[in-house]
């Protein structure tokens, strides 16, 4: 199961701005890359495991 950093995003102001809006967006973008690359680490550790245990 894909395991990500628990993130609190930025409370948006009554308006946004271009700076909020940006910096929600590279928050974001972490999580999807935490997403992946997590996502890939746990594909290669049960190929592993299959392949140790011969299934």
Do not use: C, H
């Not at 701005?17 to 999807?32: F, G, H, N, P, S």
């Amino acid at each position: 199961m894909a395991r990500i950093k628990v993130t609190r995003f930025p409370l948006p102001k009554d308006e946004f701005t271009r700076e909020q809006q940006d910096l929600l967006i590279r928050e974001l973008e972490a999580v999807i890359n935490q997403l992946n690359f997590s996502y890939q680490t746990d594909l290669k550790d049960s190929v592993l495991a299959r392949t140790w245990f011969g299934l």
